[in-house]
């Protein structure tokens, strides 16, 4: 039999990856179960618009506002593609102050970032999970051995049984479920960034503030903020 078959064992990977299906229905409501899985479709997937793009964005925003006020930012609220930058625009629009503007988006943000971390922590659940039920698999095929110590021709399959099980929890663990939380975590922080430079961006709008100095202190905001957020990590 070949590295390969040897590593494919049905009853280990029953064991140590339906075990920690089942720990984490037990452990998470069903819908942040479902966002994990969708956050899956988009691990890997560049974002279509980052934090950079909206210095040049808010600049123009700014512009238009310096010359024709907010209500000419209307037309963008269905094309921005973002649902926070959407809500953002619409705020402004409505004529909300910049207090309650930054307090309604702070806490809108709050909520979004809580939610991501939730996601995120599903998968290092499961890299706390996986290795623990890898040793369980590794018990029981010991336990399959032990029933048959007279027959020599039946012990080959729960040592493999018992070994493979400690290989695929200890390796979902460290190459799959532990990297992922950890790529949708920075993910997330880089999403945190940008709803923060769209609150900066916007409570500068309302206050009528000049698209240069607005371009300024974008620029400067987005750089703070990834470097508090490196520090974070």
Known sequence: MTLLGTLFQLHAAAVVFGGTLA???????????????????????APKTSADTLVSKFTDFAIRVRKR?????????????DPFLSRTLSLLVDGTGADDLRRALRSASHAIEDADDEVAEVFEAAGGYAPTLGILGAVLGLIQVMQHLTEPSKLGGGIAVAFVATVYGVGSANLIFLPLSMRLRAAARERAVRRDAIIEGAVALQQGTHPRLIEAQLDGFIRGARQQAKKAA
Do not use: C, D, H
């Open 23 to 45: 720990a984490l229905v037990v452990s998470y409501p069903r819908a942040t179960l479902f966002r994990a899985a969708a956050a899956l479709q988009g691990v890997f997937r």
């Open 69 to 81: 006020g907010v209500m000419a930012l209307e037309n963008e609220i269905p094309k921005a593609g």
